[in-house]
């Protein structure tokens, strides 16, 4: 059913679960309030960390959303345009930038057609391990292995044009702190809910990575190709004409973009929009379906711009920040159980925190890691997406274990869970059929993406360190015999 995969398909609208930030700081508290909570403010933060544990759970969507994070929103305005400047700026230019600030690349920038850049930082903890207090002390760059950009630059970051630049290395940091005691904090929730200090000592030994990420739009890439033209003496221009006309060309963005639909505030759950669909493909994607390997990834709300076909389209500031033109952050999620596409809705200044696949495993099952994608929106060939995300993972040297899983599971908690490690192809082909409940055509869906997903049988096996576990896993994706490889 190749022609499913190009088609639109239709996919639900999921406003996830909304947790405060002031609510999330009550509930990760270590030391007991001083005077105890009235009866009924108990019962509401028992209600909310049950709500917490359904959404990051096997009868959720495995991710929810932290609002009102003090200064936050700050941080976010500041660093998400600079994504599109470095991935635009030339390689000398850009090279100087992340340089100065201590930045690297986890993809290869030399590539022109390329549908992403993004420039990462390694973090980890640096805290006192006599202090009881669950706040971070302090943050420690590691050393960053990243595809190199060629020879280093000898020109003085002093002398570059751009001085907004200055402040990209410390807002890089900064974010990435708060992030990261995000992440820490649901953890500390989670242990508490399970009765156990997994997720919080794996991540405060472990590690973190920041990314800032910026998707491209089609006139993007006409523009990297363009800027390094120039650089190499062309005077060529590349002529924007042949892309499709665009409503939105003129650098004017329709009323209609700005017309939100309301947000609904849930404490009881992640819930779908009733008779709110969209349209999506499942091949046209700025980032293809997968499964983080980590604990927890930590996601802004996404930024949009709308680029201009200018004359001269070497003019990379001719654009502007709009709204999402679906009303959603084009993070997409395919529940398994029910065969249905999601696409996430979130309040524009909050934080999408997302359960990996080590969490998965350190929790025996009951957080449940999440099959999600980033689908480029239909005909919108000049909007291009910035956010930024830090990854928290345990230690390298970490034990995973499966030990302790129940031993019966349904069909479909295998299917998800992935915890069978004996499953053969023919018996999860079976258990697929089983889930969507003998139709053909869903079944064809599943198998359209679910055979770009190494399946976790293949990639782990019981007592790997984290190490093992996160190489074989990027070996079976992205490898030359991986399922997604590039070659």
């Not at 002398?159 to 992030?179: H, N, P, Q, V, Y």
């Not at 040297?397 to 069978?420: A, H």
Request: aromatic share 8%; proline share 5%; glycine share 4%.
């Amino acid at each position: 059913m190749e022609a499913t995969a190009a088609a639109e398909v239709a996919a639900e609208i999921l406003e996830p679960l909304e947790l405060r930030f002031s609510d999330l700081l009550l509930l990760s508290s270590a030391a007991p309030s001083h005077p105890p909570p009235y009866p009924a403010e108990l019962a509401r933060l028992e209600s909310i960390s049950a709500a917490v544990m359904q959404a990051l759970g096997s009868s959720g969507p495995g991710l929810l959303a932290i609002t009102e994070v003090p200064e936050a929103p700050d941080l976010r305005r500041l660093i998400l345009p600079f994504s599109r400047k470095l991935a635009l700026l030339g390689r000398k230019d850009r090279a100087r930038v992340l340089k100065e600030h201590g930045l690297g690349s986890d993809v290869p920038l030399k590539n022109l057609e390329r549908n992403v850049s993004s420039f990462a930082l390694q973090l980890k903890y640096a805290h006192n391990l006599k202090s009881e207090s669950s706040s971070i002390r302090s943050l420690c760059t590691e050393e960053n292995h990243y595809y190199a950009e060629g020879d280093p630059v000898a020109d003085s970051f002093e002398k570059f044009a751009d001085k907004e630049f200055r402040i990209l290395g410390s807002t890089f940091k900064e974010l990435s702190l708060c992030m990261m005691e995000l992440g820490l904090r649901l953890a500390q929730i989670c242990d508490k809910a399970i009765d156990c200090r997994e997720l919080k000592q794996s991540i405060m030994d472990g590690s973190a990575k920041g990314r800032l990420i910026h998707y491209h739009s089609t006139i993007d890439n006409i523009i990297l190709k363009e800027t390094n033209r120039t650089k190499k003496g062309s005077k060529k221009k590349v002529e924007p004409a042949t892309l499709d006309p665009s409503p939105f060309d003129e650098c004017t963005i329709s009323r209609d973009f700005h017309e939100k639909a309301s947000v609904t505030h849930w404490y009881s759950g992640s819930r779908p929009v009733k008779d709110r669909t969209n349209r999506t493909t499942l091949s046209n994607l700025w980032q293809q379906w997968h499964y983080d390997y980590g604990i927890f990834t930590v996601l802004t709300s996404p930024s949009f711009r709308f680029s201009c076909l200018a004359e001269d389209c070497s003019h990379i500031s001719c654009c502007r920040e709009c709204s999402s033109p679906d009303e959603h952050t084009y993070l997409q999620l395919f529940d398994i159980k029910k065969n249905k596409i999601f696409v996430v809705r979130s309040p524009a200044d909050s934080f999408i925190i997302q359960v990996g696949e080590a969490a998965n495993i350190l929790t025996r099952g009951k957080l449940q890691s999440t099959l999600h994608s980033v689908g480029r929106p239909v005909d919108r060939e000049n909007l291009s997406r910035q956010t930024f995300v830090v990854f928290l993972q345990p230690a390298w040297s970490k034990i995973l274990s499966y030990s302790g899983y129940p031993e019966e599971t349904s069909n479909q908690d295998k299917l998800v869970l992935r915890t069978d490690m004996t499953t053969s192809a023919k018996q999860e082909d079976a258990l697929l059929r089983d889930s969507t409940s003998g139709s053909e055509d869903s079944h064809q869906l599943m198998q359209e993406i679910l055979r770009k997903i190494p399946p976790l049988s293949i990639r782990f096996r019981d007592g790997m360190t984290f190490a093992e576990f996160s190489h074989e896993t990027t070996k079976q994706y992205y490898s030359s015999s991986g399922t997604q490889s590039m070659r």
